[in-house]
């Protein structure tokens, strides 16, 4: 019996190491607050316009699920664009948020592990309506 058993357990230790390796990558940093993961300076690669420059994001002290991006899009490291995280996903809160240099944007995020997030979003700039594709990576 003590023989069978132990077979058994062989058999299924494969079995165990592999769905535990499909879980989904949740590592970074574990404050309770799952905006932290969100906060930092990312360098951006915009796909249409192939232009790369840096954000930044803040926790927005007023609330426990929103955060402050400074240079969305490209708008200036002094303008601001709020956002709210739910989970792995972003996005700019409220919907077509205008900005203090004119542009109205919106859009939203989707983090992939830890360092990358995949947006799509517009800018309207007052003369032309953009649509963006930009990757965030963590620097």
Known sequence: ??????HIYFLLL??????????????????????DKFIG???VNEIHTKLTYEVTIFADE??????????????GNTVKTKALVEGYDIGIF????SLSNGWVVD????????????????????????????VYTKK
Do not use: H
Request: proline content about 4%.
């Open 1 to 6: 019996m003590r023989k069978k058993s132990i």
């Open 14 to 35: 494969p079995a165990i190491l592999f769905i535990s390796s499909c879980a989904k990558d949740t590592t970074g940093p574990d404050t309770g607050n799952e905006r």
């Open 41 to 43: 300076t990312w360098s």
């Open 62 to 75: 007023s609330s426990s699920t929103e955060v402050k991006i400074y240079n969305f899009g490209g708008s």
């Open 94 to 97: 409220p919907a077509n948020q």
């Open 107 to 134: 859009g939203s995020g989707t983090m992939s592990g830890t360092t990358k997030i995949n947006w799509t979003y517009t800018i309207n700039d007052g003369a032309n309506l953009i649509y963006a594709q930009a």
